[in-house]
């Protein structure tokens, strides 16, 4: 492993080549707190962020999950039927100031004035609010909040499938075996269910990573990103690794997403017409088809429909050599949308006698509001609550427990007493400033864009605003919208899904599906009977 010293040179080598050692809209300096003047890459513990001791034992959150599952028993029970299937939705983002301006704008499209429509979700029997913070984050990120939604534990920032006595970057800890933690999926796979995860960012990203991921640095998604960060890869398996050669993620049935270059060395160029990230020279999806007798790699729309779901073992899929394109700017006839890739991946877990266990996401809903694009925004929260009225169709209500909800809030509003129908992108007709300028309806608290002229004061957008690429504007300026602390909501429809209301942690979430599907080592509605 790289000294201080030899971390702190090589970031000034790829700086100074123009390179981003970090996902783009998640920036490693910003989520740890640490201050440039700092080692970035140094293992020691980010100062700026306090971890409460007792939160650093897993057992910690098993215990209060327990504790929020025996308070909602104690409640009358008006349904005892068990979940054979489970379905995670999760809009990456999707704070509910979003679903609010995503159902404004449904109706709005659909020539209504808006308020007064309905996502497909919202109409779900049961609602609760999730807390969103992380072990030493007030506000989250996703990769510790996919910690907690999926292993049933919160951890700290940047950090994915390990307790929060792993520090950031520090390969060692996150390969101690106490500290390492096990996902639903895999209490899934235990049980003889079949599972799988899907996603419109990419396979490696954090919130799909925590299916099956362990690791000291959301970042580390192939071999080249785990050397960047001064770790030596053959130490320390990244995360590309850890999905195709060790458990559950080479289990899975169904991997759909984008980051094909992760999976691939740089000689090779993928099936978009991008070389590979790889550097260590390994093809991991010639490893993947070797180790899945009658398993099918597909990376385009025509490929993905032509499958004969029956007659294939799994199937991954990789529709973009990085993330998938926003709905708005996909090419529909290459790449499927998130209700293709939902309708494939039910038809294909549906075979199992056993049920299954499947994790789909709306990725790119984070990435709209991180461009402050809240026309991306809402068409991808559109897109996403489709998908689950689909899902909804396609299964059983008796025996599918279908859950959704959202890793992290971000800071968009709804403001200013507009009235009823008020196009929803656009600007607030029945107020002005203190200047006499009307301002838009939607605004983020933090974003790249103040629209100010050269006294300070915001300038007219009545000729720029509307469009669903414009850059919605933010109060302190950065150059891009920040996540939130705000709670999220829990939405849930099918059997058990009474116990997903009120208020409760996040980490909560994965044992209370496990309770309804009698999975994992924790309470099950099974030995209630």
């Known amino acids: 492993m790289l000294c201080q010293r030899q971390q702190l040179i090589l970031l000034g080598v790829l700086l100074a080549a123009g390179l981003s050692t970090a996902d783009e809209v998640h920036n490693i300096e910003e989520l740890t707190g640490r201050r440039f003047h700092k080692a970035r890459f140094s293992t020691d513990v980010a100062t700026d962020k306090y971890t409460p ?182 130490e320390c398996v990244d995360m590309a690794t850890q999905l195709i050669t060790q458990v559950p993620g080479k289990n899975f049935d169904i991997m759909f997403g984008g980051g094909m270059g992760k999976f691939l060395p740089k000689s090779i160029q993928d099936s978009h017409g991008n070389p590979g990230e790889r550097s260590d020279g390994v093809n991991l999806l010639a490893s993947w088809q070797a180790r899945h007798e009658g398993g099918v790699l597909v990376t385009n729309r025509k490929q993905l429909l032509s499958v004969n779901v029956s007659a294939v073992s799994s199937i991954i899929g990789l529709f973009q050599s990085s993330l998938m394109k926003f709905h708005l700017e996909a090419d529909e006839s290459y790449q499927p949308t998130l209700s293709e890739l939902t309708e494939v991946t039910i038809k294909k877990l549906s075979q199992n006698k056993n049920g299954y266990f499947a994790f789909i996401e709306g990725g790119l809903i984070d990435y709209g509001n991180h461009y402050t694009k809240a026309g991306y925004a809402l068409d991808e929260a559109l897109e996403f609550e489709k998908a689950i009225q689909l899902a909804r169709d396609m299964t059983d209500i008796e025996d599918t427990l279908i859950v959704v909800t959202s890793d992290h ?20 007709q029945h107020d002005t400033d203190i200047n006499g300028i009307k301002y838009s309806t939607l605004n983020y608290a933090v974003g790249p864009k103040n629209y100010l002229d050269e006294k300070g004061q915001r300038i007219d957008l009545t000729d720029q605003i509307g469009g669903n690429d414009f850059v919605y504007p933010g109060y302190i300026t950065k150059d891009q919208g920040t996540h939130s602390g705000d709670d999220v909501g829990i939405f849930a429809s099918g059997p058990q899904s009474h116990l997903f209301t009120g208020m409760m942690q996040q980490s909560t979430i994965p044992h209370l599906m496990a309770y309804a599907a009698c999975i994992g080592d924790g309470p099950q509605l099974c030995d209630a009977k």
């Open 53 to 234: 001791p007792e939160e650093k034992d897993p057992q910690f959150w098993y215990d209060l999950a327990h504790e929020e599952i025996a308070k909602r028993l104690q409640l009358p029970q008006p349904d005892a039927k068990r979940a054979k299937n489970v379905i995670l939705f999760l809009g990456d983002g999707m704070s509910l100031t979003t679903v609010a301006a995503a159902r404004i704008l449904k109706g709005q499209r659909q020539g209504k004035t808006g308020e007064e429509s309905s996502l497909s979700f919202e109409q779900f029997p049961y609602t609760g609010l999730s807390r969103t913070y992380c072990s030493n984050a007030q506000v989250p990120d996703s990769a510790c909040t996919a910690t907690a939604y999926l292993c049933g534990v919160k951890t700290n920032i940047i950090e994915i499938g390990v307790s929060a006595a792993v520090n950031f970057n520090n390969c060692t800890e996150s390969q101690t075996p106490e500290n390492r933690l096990t996902s639903i999926a895999e209490w899934a796979q235990n049980a003889g269910k079949s599972t799988g995860i899907v996603t419109t960012t990419t396979l490696t990203h954090a919130s799909p990573s925590g299916a099956y991921a362990k690791t000291a640095n959301r970042n580390w998604e192939c071999d080249t990103d785990v050397a960047s960060y001064g770790v030596d890869p053959s």
């Open 409 to 428: 809030a971000h800071t968009l509003s709804i403001a200013g007493y507009p009235g009823r129908g008020t196009p929803i992108l656009g600007l607030n």
